[in-house]
């Protein structure tokens, strides 16, 4: 089963009045062995519910992100990433079982 964990790595802001306008994230899908990752940022804009820089949290940050149009599909794609290197992963292998390492041929 894929694991997607979101992060906020850096946030933009108007130093005036706190106004954060642009957001860093990066999200990681994990399944197993396999790791993904993707990074990205977008903008924010100021709305009727404006909470300052100072005020903010991560859980509120993050909603932001993954409401935002350019991030709607960031979870499937990497599902699908996913997903190819599973397939992908080796499911042969080659060599004989009698062949000895020097490593143990020494022991």
Do not use: C, Y
Not at 21 to 46: C, F, K, L
């Amino acid at each position: 089963m894929t694991t997607i964990t979101w992060k906020i790595t850096d946030m933009l802001r108007n130093v005036s009045d706190g106004l954060v306008t642009r957001v860093g994230w990066e999200a990681v899908a994990v399944d197993g062995s396999i790791e993904v990752p993707m990074r990205g940022a977008v903008s924010v804009s100021r709305t009727a519910s404006f909470t300052p820089f100072e005020q903010v949290t991560e859980a509120q940050v993050l909603a932001w992100v993954k409401a935002h149009p350019e991030t709607a599909n960031v979870e499937a794609a990497l599902t699908k990433q996913v997903a190819d290197a599973t397939a992908h992963v080796a499911t042969t292998a080659s060599g004989v079982p009698w062949a000895v390492s020097v490593a143990q041929e020494e022991a």
